[in-house]
């Protein structure tokens, strides 16, 4: 079971198989591996204490920064990312980002960004598109306001965390600057990624 995993000068925590999207383009269905990272199904998801351990028995002054992300949605267990996070603060001085959908306040019923004080530097959120209509046929959403949702988690979060909408490149020029205009109606930065295919 593979907890925490290199890319780059990142080190990556996966810790839940769950997601509240079936998103069209999502490899996870198709590809058993990231970058030849091997087991990035869980065959369940690991304890707190496990995840953990797991990021301690590195060398974290090797890393840039620490990502939650994983081939599920983070959120799914923000309360205990946001604890793992703070314990590693403790001990290092690491920057983390919680890379999101966004559904965490829907996942949960309640407001979820308070937690991210003092846990989260950075939360990158996949806006996918410029509008639900868009959204919802991309990304599939388990919540029929699953587009509004994310976009209320970005605006809440930023009090706590920056924040960060994130786009591939592969939108067409209109849409990028829709999704633009989205960001700046919020008051977050938009990052348009680079698409792999």
Request: charged share 30%; net charge negative; glycine share 4%.
């Amino acid at each position: 079971m593979t907890i925490t995993y290199e890319l780059g000068k990142s080190l990556y925590v996966n810790i839940t198989n769950r997601c509240s999207n079936a998103c069209t383009f999502c490899i996870r269905k198709d590809e058993p591996t990231i970058n030849g990272v091997d087991e990035l199904w869980l065959e369940r998801e690991p304890t707190e204490a496990e995840i953990l351990d797991d990021i301690l028995k590195r060398d974290l002054n090797q890393y840039d920064e620490l990502v939650f992300c994983g081939y599920g949605e983070p959120s799914y267990r923000l309360d205990e990312v946001c604890r793992i996070a703070r314990n590693v603060k403790a001990v290092y001085p690491i920057k983390i980002r919680l890379n999101t959908n966004g559904h965490g306040n829907l996942i949960f019923k309640k407001d979820m960004t308070p937690e991210l004080a003092g846990a989260i530097d950075t939360v990158s959120i996949s806006l996918n598109a410029k509008n639900k209509i868009e959204y919802d046929d991309l990304c599939r959403p388990v919540f029929d306001d699953a587009f509004q949702g994310l976009l209320d988690f970005a605006r809440r979060a930023k009090a706590y965390s920056k924040v960060i909408l994130t786009i591939v490149d592969i939108l067409p020029e209109e849409d990028q600057e829709a999704c633009r205009k989205i960001c700046e109606s919020i008051g977050v930065d938009l990052r348009v990624r680079s698409y792999i295919d």
